[in-house]
């Protein structure tokens, strides 16, 4: 069993950046490909970026060019460095870790989730 746990949320202005990192514990991190999902109020969850073992890095077109995703194997960790912040990238801001192939923007895709951590961004 894979334990996630995200920290580094909290508030920025718009144009600042956040650091995320979710630390993993329980599984052979290294293997693992490493997601960044988020929901905002009254939307659905839905895909920022994901890492895996390779590493290759996927982005959505709405974090690209400003959100990097990364990982630290020793450290069991992945880390989101968000810059050019928006008001619109406020959400709640999920972890997730999968063994599994397929299409790294599918929730379902996902085994394993942190418990989020909030990202609030203003004007």
């Known amino acids: 069993q894979v334990q996630l746990v995200e920290s580094g949320g909290g508030l920025a202005q718009a144009g600042g950046s956040l650091r995320l990192s979710c630390a993993a514990s329980g599984g052979p991190f290294s293997r693992y490909t490493m997601a960044w999902f988020r929901q905002a109020p009254g939307k659905d969850r839905e895909f920022v970026t994901a890492?895996?073992?390779?590493?290759?890095?996927y982005y959505a077109d709405s974090v690209k060019g400003r959100f990097t995703i990364s990982r630290d194997n020793a450290k069991n960790t992945v880390y989101l460095q968000m810059s050019s912040l928006k008001p619109e990238d406020t959400a709640v801001y999920y972890c997730?870790?999968?063994?599994?192939?397929?299409?790294?923007?599918?929730?379902?895709?996902?085994?394993?989730w942190g418990q989020g951590t909030q990202v609030t961004v203003s004007p």
């Open positions: 997730a870790a999968t063994l599994n192939g397929g299409t790294w923007s599918a929730s379902a895709l996902y085994d394993y």
């Open positions: 890492i895996t073992w390779g590493p290759n890095t």
